[in-house]
């Protein structure tokens, strides 16, 4: 049980956090701190948070358990604002989906009191943004990355896995590095992708006729073209070098389709379709690449 959190960010992945530790029983008070006043007075009436607290640091004063749920781009900003009251018997975490900025961030401003941050990223959230979406189950069965340096303390990065195992959240430690290399293959470029595709898109002059007769494909396959600018922004920017590998390996890629494509190679072009579809028919989220017996 924790007295009291210190939300700074009071918007989908703050405002959850806050619905879900209160939904769960694990604290009594929850103080909030966003940018915007409009946010955290909103998270207010809502019931997230408790009390509006007029600063990050008021937001930490007094708080046992710390959220920084910022954008990446704002994790300096926020450490720089908040260090004087890093105590290393409290646990910090934050919910930022890339992680080298955010512990380089921690090192450079924190220095030894980096101890007490625990980084995490849940791999969960919505395509609306804002505390008003905020859900009490957004975290439940969903996997959650530890990114703990070296000199994270041990005791909070258990209490850390304990805190997301009673949200129903699966947690997972890597390497800050290993972190988002994988997710520029899985999650960030994918982003990208679908940026650029529906980019293509409307920049044909039948774009208003082609999207009056889209499907639940397109539907599906663009869904995640809808999120949030400014987060997304960050984060390409952020992991721009591994998502750029990723891009390199994915041109590869749709350059042998393209290839089979204009020889008009029809069964080499079904044996690679077949090929993908047989993986990811057995894929089953968290579960990594089936194994072929």
Not at 138 to 162: G, S
Request: hydrophobic share 45%.
């Amino acid at each position: 049980m924790f007295n009291q959190l210190g939300l700074i960010g009071c918007g989908l992945m703050g405002g959850s956090f806050a619905l879900a530790l209160k939904q769960a029983g694990l604290v009594q008070r929850v103080i909030g701190y966003s940018k915007s006043p409009s946010t955290t007075e909103r998270a207010r009436q809502l019931g997230v948070i408790d009390q509006v607290a007029e600063s990050a640091l008021l937001a930490v004063s007094g708080s046992d358990i710390v959220l920084l749920a910022v954008p990446v781009a704002a994790t300096d900003t926020t450490f720089r604002a908040i260090r004087h009251l890093v105590n290393p018997n409290v646990l910090f975490m934050d919910v930022g989906s890339t992680k080298r900025d955010v512990v380089d961030a921690a090192r450079r401003v924190l220095k030894e009191r980096a101890s007490a941050f625990v980084p995490a990223h849940p791999i969960t959230g919505k395509e609306l943004a804002g505390v008003q979406h905020a859900d009490a189950d957004l975290y439940k069965d969903r996997q959650v990355i530890l990114t703990p340096i070296a000199q994270t303390a041990p005791e909070l990065v258990e209490k850390a896995h304990a805190v997301w195992a009673a949200l129903g959240a699966h947690t997972r430690v890597m390497t800050p590095e290993a972190h988002d290399a994988a997710f520029a293959a899985v999650s960030h470029l994918p982003h990208l992708l679908a940026y650029a595709y529906f980019t293509s898109i409307l920049q044909q002059k039948e774009s208003e006729e082609f999207l009056s007769l889209a499907g639940p494909g397109f539907r599906d396959f663009t869904r995640i073209a809808a999120s949030d600018p400014a987060i997304w922004r960050d984060i390409l920017i952020a992991n721009r070098e591994e998502i750029l590998k990723q891009s390199e390996r994915f041109r590869g890629a749709l350059g042998v389709l393209e290839q089979v494509l204009r020889d008009c190679q029809g069964e080499a072009l079904e044996a690679l379709v077949n090929g993908v579809s047989q993986t990811r028919s057995h894929w089953r989220m968290g579960a990594g690449r089936p194994v072929k017996k």
